[in-house]
């Protein structure tokens, strides 16, 4: 069984034991999660879509850690007058690990 949700502004396709990366969270490791937006979910070839969302369903899971990511870098430069600048940025994102799928 699948499921397509949405947070963090992103949309993740998801179904049981997936562990994906997703913006940050509140709660530390071993805490529960309860993801209420669910686009869509559905087994092989029975689907349901939500018109936007599903009534009734959702998708727990467990945090796993909370971590930073990558470093993006950003280099601003105007040419010939001796300016640049160059910052990076890493964001918190949460891992979790998807337990289960109702709806």
Known sequence: MFAVIQTGGKQYKVAENDIIIV??????????VKFDDVLMSGKGSDVKVGAPLLKGASVTGEVIEQRKGNKVLVFKK??????RRKK????VETVVKITGIKG
Not at 78 to 83: C, F
Not at 88 to 91: F, N, V
């Open 78 to 83: 105007k040419r010939r007058q001796n300016y």
């Open 23 to 32: 913006e940050r969270l509140d709660g530390d490791a071993g805490a529960k």
């Open 88 to 91: 990076g940025h890493r964001q």
